[in-house]
């Protein structure tokens, strides 16, 4: 089982639609929890970021963490045709050390 | 700009034949990493630096090796590249040692071994 585990999808929606992504893991010790977005053919860019449990909004953003569940979403409200990227949900901390494990990465196609 | 270059940005290479991928960063950062994306298994970790003089073996570091001369330079080299080896390499590096999971990346190497 990969420690943490992310619907590679594609999942596509229109302009305007709510997006939800998510992850879970098995490490309960990640206390970092992040998600990243990558255009193609460019470098991952830290997107939001979250200690511990709890919500987190910035614009049009949403991170939730749910550690009892094991369990982290990312929200995009209104979506824009800009939006669509490969999201990769990441974790660290605790006795994963000084790594940052990633998710798989979830391909977002939003449709004008 | 400030943020981490890396070089090739692409290259197709004979296997057998020794490469290596040049990372430098201007930001300062003490860890670094190499990290190599292959779709459906997401990125993993190849070598990571802590601090300059210190390295140390990520998910994935057979075949790959790694120096840390100083703060700014993080070469990766294959010494002998099998096809396997074919993927697209990102450089990254955090300031505060990789514990928060807040990475900076480059643009990426895209490798293919024939």
């Known amino acids: 089982q990969k420690e943490v585990e992310q619907d590679p999808g594609p999942l596509s929606v229109p302009e305007g639609a709510i997006v939800s992504l998510n992850c879970t893991y098995s490490n309960s010790a990640f206390q970092y929890f992040m998600w990243y977005r990558q255009y193609s053919r460019k470098g991952p860019e830290l997107l939001m970021y979250?200690?511990?449990?709890g919500n987190k909004e910035d614009g049009r953003f949403t991170a939730q963490v749910d550690k009892s569940s094991k369990y982290i979403s990312l929200f995009i409200r209104d979506s824009q045709p800009s939006d669509s990227a490969t999201y990769l949900c990441a974790m660290s901390g605790g006795t994963g050390g000084f790594k940052t494990i990633f998710g798989a990465g979830t391909r977002l196609f939003v449709k004008a | 700009i400030a943020g981490i270059t890396q070089a090739p940005t692409s290259q197709i290479l004979a296997a057998g034949r020794r490469m290596t991928l040049r990372c430098t960063q201007d930001m300062r950062h003490n860890a670094m990493y190499w990290y190599r994306q292959d779709l459906g298994l997401g990125l993993r970790l190849i070598h990571y630096?802590?601090?300059?003089?210190?390295?140390g073996k990520g998910e994935v570091p057979d075949g790959y090796s790694v120096s840390r001369a100083n703060t700014d330079d993080f070469p990766l080299t294959l010494a002998s590249a099998v096809p396997s080896q074919t993927s697209v390499y990102f450089c990254?590096?955090?300031?505060?040692?990789?514990?928060?999971?807040?990475?900076?990346f480059g643009e990426g190497s895209r490798l293919t071994v024939l």
């Open positions: 990254a590096s955090s300031d505060s040692g990789g514990r928060t999971g807040e990475l900076f």
């Open positions: 979250t200690y511990s449990s």
């Open positions: 630096s802590n601090t300059a003089g210190t390295t």
